[in-house]
């Protein structure tokens, strides 16, 4: 499985926007990104995930790189409600298993 | 919403017990994952099914623990005898492999166990 390297923890302020960064550079054109987050004592829950372009949704943005060996997500104005453990994670859609690696991720704490 | 349903919520249990753990998942979701996560890690997987086939298992300690999923619809993972590492948040995940889907994984809430 290729392998992601993001920081192990980040602080932001309250309503000011938030670019949590992750590498993949032994990514393989068949991988997707993906981007769970995880609340304290929940369970992981989906943010957003794209292949080659850029990706909006109603919790964040997917910024990806051209050579697609970093990406970015971006959460446009963070709440308190944000503060949580993100995972970057690479699926290998050629494979048939649908398949979730999870490794650290980055402890994001919100400023009041 | 339909979630994915865990229970128990919490175990607490002397070593060397035996310990069961039960997954609902969302209905119509042929894929159904166990993941173990200690305290301060990233979620490690157990074990995934299809249906009711284990697709893989590689990562599970077979000498004492089990995992079934008989009518592929719940799953049931178990524990005997449980040891002190054992103690971790266990949790259920599951994903429509069929049809329009968004790659996305649902996850329960986990069973927290702890072994004393």
């Known amino acids: 499985d290729a392998k992601t390297t993001q920081p192990n923890s980040m602080e932001s302020n309250e309503e000011e926007p938030v670019h949590l960064p992750c590498n993949h550079s032994t990514i393989s054109g068949t991988d997707y990104i993906h981007w769970y987050r995880q609340l304290p004592s929940q369970g992981p829950e989906y943010v957003i995930h794209?292949?080659?372009s850029n990706v909006n949704n109603r919790m964040a943005s997917l910024a990806i790189a051209e050579d697609r060996k970093s990406s970015t997500l971006i959460l446009h104005r963070a709440t308190l409600r944000d503060a949580a453990v993100y995972y970057c994670?690479?699926?290998?859609?050629?494979?048939?298993?649908?398949?979730?690696?999870f490794g650290q991720g980055t402890r994001l704490t919100i400023n009041p | 919403e339909a979630e994915v349903a865990q229970s128990p919520r919490y175990k607490i249990t002397e070593k060397s017990q035996a310990v069961a753990f039960w997954c609902d998942p969302i209905s119509g979701h042929a894929t159904l994952y166990w993941y173990r996560q200690i305290l301060g890690q990233g979620p490690e997987l157990l074990v995934q099914?299809?249906?009711?086939?284990?697709?893989?298992d590689s990562q599970l300690p077979k000498d004492r623990f089990s995992a079934e999923r008989l009518k592929g619809v719940d799953s049931t993972l178990k524990i005997q005898p449980a040891e002190l590492g054992d103690s971790a948040m266990y949790l259920c995940a599951s994903f429509q492999t069929s049809g329009t889907n968004t790659g996305e994984l649902f996850f329960g809430e986990g069973s927290r166990l702890t072994v004393l």
């Open positions: 994670i690479l699926r290998d859609v050629a494979q048939g298993a649908q398949k979730l690696v």
């Open positions: 099914f299809q249906d009711e086939s284990v697709v893989d």
């Open positions: 794209g292949l080659t």
